[in-house]
């Protein structure tokens, strides 16, 4: 029996590789597990052309492979019982056939024009042919040895997203872009480790070596606040603000109660009063603020803080300023809208998401660091790899190995360019601008919450139950805005599972509404491919489906008739 | 000017988008934008042939398109020192050849069979189609809403990877598999993300609610200690543990010192005697052991921890048992090795790579939970997604936002099966020990550490020096251990400019050379494309190479005649 899988010859050239489980004899088999390493799929093959389908066209594969009507869940999940790792080996052909039927079938449509309820939007093309690229070149970014140029690509797009934010001098960039042991910023999955990372930096350098206290990073959070002095830290944030916050303050030792949501004002932004009120508070209780966090383009209502007035906070608190820009921070690439975000340059550290509004495929996060050596607080060495004076971004990263998805957001940056960018973003904040009309303008719909980038909220509400409310007391306002609250849940689900468009919904307490708790559509107009004519129809068949309630719609008409009475 | 990207006719169908900046017209940028949106790349565009390449013949593009001799990294990088995003874009087919030119000329070769100082191996063909496949559909697993079938499959891989290491009945995975809040594991980027969800659950089961105390989730680690009354908190795992978990106890507001080093034995695992030692030392101080982790499979030298003993101690000191098997884990895959896990059935969760052993590409880390509820300790929830009792896997992961992968484990899972990876595995362990055969045969060379799994180091070590050894005293002995050390570091770093092949090197403190420091090569055999000439080949190399270091090698014959005389 040999010692390795080495070539034998093969018996069917070209064919889809089997390990041959019948005879079930070494050779056999080993043979086979040759050929799934050495031998390309057939042109012919099924996976073949699945694959020649995508690349020829995305969008009809798409559409095509992946089914209208929605299959109930407990049903998707039937093909997915078996818990035993099959012992036998299926061919490559199969296992495309039957994915295309239980998987590709059934997933979502992410890239549809008329899916405006996710951050997902359509992908341009060339990325298709770059990820597999990427994946074929298998590189690990821990470490030069494993990355090497794709090592200084990374660096330069996150020197490239921090001049976005920070605008910072050729000098700076010439000094600090490859310099070992410090980062402009980080790469990572997405933006909830962006954000965990941007304030461990922020608890690491706050809590450090002081005297002979060896710093939070060495001896720990329970030895540093008895150090330090403190009752408690605090991280405030708006009440909009992600629920990857919370994860990060737990996770960081900080506990969920310790991140503060601060009250908005009728525009979904952070109500300043209200958060320096708490501040104040939080001092007289001897409780440091480790953080104020603004956050530019809320995942709900799609709003930006006043970061301006947040930095002049952090400044007088002495504390970090971080701005979650996951979502929003696209903006920056257009000069039209970029002063949106005014005052983000004065942030310590920036999240930006590239599998958002960049156009790039999931898995590209970032975080950037104003101050090129804000990564010192959380540095880390090893024997075998991160070697001190090397340029192994892993010594200064959350996670350890990890692909090469920075390359995909290089490509973009210069295969779409500023120009391309500028029309994407500029475009994308007039469509939702157009929705917010078409919604106003229309006699059954209720726009929630003007779309400050790309993103609004708005409600169905018959014409006759407008009415209805002007003259309702509190109490009936309340019923009514309950049975609302049902339809938006029932059209919501309704059009989902009817497969054709995609709103999603959310549950908002605004204020010009006395802070009464209200579900609404929530959409994302970031795909270029959405229409005005898609709008209209989504609006449309919102109307249709509300009328099919059979359990919300008539009692809504029966309070009409009510307060007409 | 229209409002929205539009179809507008294309002048030249089927040619390489671009974005017309040279008239800076906005309905011409539109056109252009539209068309890389729509339009798939031509197929004899410079891209689509590239990919072509890749699909027909990954191991020759992969041989071609990388130069052999190694570029110095600050050459590489002058091709990466644009800081402004570019304003004009670029060509598809310009940004290919320039991104074949600079990038990929200088990656690395990781999936060559004469690598073997990598983790990485070389991938089986049908993960590039299929990973294409997964860039397309784009979903997002952090929900149902945007992954929908890929959900139910990544939870099946889960299950099947806690089949894996539990084993549980049939009634056990039908009941959990798909259970709403309840979760066999989680999906993620790394090894790293996967340590620390293992602690993370750890820490918040230990310091849970208790009373009027709402638990560290919600409290935090200072008011926790306090309400339980410990003085400190503390990890132990084996000095050869993952750099990794340094960070956890960092990120989780332990404190790297709180991350226990215990010395290992002869054969690089933990001293169980020295571990207890420390656990009663900590105990006497107020210390609560938190977590006791049991490598499976270190990554310097391979070797795996006495898993039942460390079992028993943690059940003695009622805390988590937690085992990183992110390299060695894929060895429960041989029914013949897997033996050498034994025990690992005991730890609460259990950390496992595929983009390890298990040939899938980079991103795909896991980690696997005993206890279906575990990881309710670290449960969150938002207004928009994750609501309660939804099967949302975001709600229980550190990560938010991330891609499909789990898609390509579950093709390898299929497509290789349980015979596949046994040949794969056990022919990787098998080839490690014939090369250790080889080492021990060879007069110039010296094996450091056995290969209990695919893993082991050596030494170059002129037979010369091997015979003045036995005479040198003590401290002649560390000046040729020195002089050892920078030939090992020369050997190692010629041989990866060289180009022909790559082992790496890291340091070791062998209990069997009185704990002196000492580099040593390291080399993983998990390439099933290794042959055993290529072994031959690389031992040969670095014999040529030793003897060209002008520096070091004549200095050790200059001791060897010193000695002699």
Chains 1, 2 share one sequence.
Not at 14 to 39: H, P, Y
Not at 192 to 215: H, Y
């Amino acid at each position: 029996m040999p010692f390795f899988v080495a070539p034998l010859p093969a018996k069917e050239p070209g064919s889809t590789s089997r390990i041959d489980v019948s005879k079930r004899q070494a050779t056999a088999s080993e043979e086979a597990l040759w050929r799934i390493f050495t031998v390309p799929e057939a042109p012919d093959s099924t996976l073949s052309k699945i694959e020649q389908n995508i690349s020829q066209n995305l969008a009809g594969f798409l559409r095509e492979s992946i089914v209208a009507v929605e299959k109930p869940l407990w049903q998707i999940e039937r093909d997915f019982q078996d818990f035993q790792i099959p012992l036998a080996p299926q061919f490559v052909s199969d296992y495309a056939d039957a994915m295309m039927e239980k998987l590709v079938a059934h997933s979502v449509h992410t890239a549809s024009p008329s899916f405006i309820g996710h951050m997902t939007s359509a992908l341009p093309y060339f990325v298709l042919p770059l990820s597999k690229m990427m994946v074929g070149l298998n590189q690990n970014l821990v470490k030069i040895e494993t990355s090497k140029a794709f090592t200084p690509l990374e660096r330069q797009v996150l020197g490239m997203m921090h001049h976005l934010v920070y605008q910072q001098e050729a000098g700076f960039y010439s000094k600090w872009m490859h310099s070992a042991n410090h980062a402009l910023g980080a790469f990572c999955s997405g933006g909830t480790i962006a954000n965990i990372s941007a304030l461990w930096i922020a608890r690491n350098r706050l809590l450090g070596p002081d005297g002979d206290f060896r710093g939070i990073a060495r001896e720990g959070l329970f030895r540093a606040m008895k150090h330090y002095g403190y009752d408690g830290l605090a991280v405030l944030i708006s009440e909009r603000g992600h629920y990857s916050l919370g994860k990060a303050t737990d996770v960081l030792g900080l506990g969920r109660d310790d991140l503060i949501a601060v009250k908005t004002d009728g525009n979904n932004k952070v109500d300043m009063a209200e958060m320096r009120r708490i501040c104040a508070e939080l001092q007289a209780k001897n409780i440091r603020v480790l953080a104020v966090i603004g956050v530019a383009g809320t995942t709900e209502t799609g709003n930006i803080d006043p970061l301006h007035q947040l930095a002049d906070l952090a400044q007088e608190l002495q504390c970090c300023f971080h701005v979650d820009a996951a979502w929003g921070g696209a903006t920056l690439l257009s000069e039209k809208y970029r002063h949106l975000l005014s005052g983000i340059e004065r942030a310590d550290s920036v999240t930006i998401d590239a599998h958002k509004q960049m156009y790039v495929p999931m898995g590209a996060g970032m975080v950037v660091f104003k101050d090129p050596s804000s990564a010192h607080a959380i540095e880390h060495h090893a024997e075998y790899i991160l070697r001190k004076g090397s340029k192994d971004l892993g010594s200064q990263t959350l996670e350890g190995s990890r692909p090469g998805m920075a390359m995909l957001v290089h490509a973009c940056l210069q295969v779409i360019g500023r120009d391309g960018y500028e029309i994407l973003i500029n475009r994308s904040l007039e469509k939702a601008r157009y929705f917010a009309e078409l919604i106003e303008a229309h006699n059954e719909f209720e726009l929630i919450s003007e779309p400050e980038l790309c993103l609004l909220t708005y409600r169905y509400v018959p014409a006759e139950v407008q009415l209805a409310l002007q003259k309702a007391s509190p109490e009936q306002r309340e019923k009514i805005n309950e049975l609302l609250n049902s339809l938006t849940k029932f059209i919501q689900k309704r059009q989902r599972e009817q497969g054709k468009s995609f709103v999603s919904r959310t549950r908002l307490t605004p204020e010009q509404y006395q802070r009464q708790e209200m579900i609404v559509f929530r959409v994302v107009l970031a795909n270029p491919l959405t229409t005005r004519d898609i709008l209209h129809d989504i609006l449309q068949e919102q109307t249709e489906i509300a009328r099919q309630s059979r359990q919300v719609y008539p009692k809504l008409m029966q309070w009409v008739k009510e307060l007409a009475a």
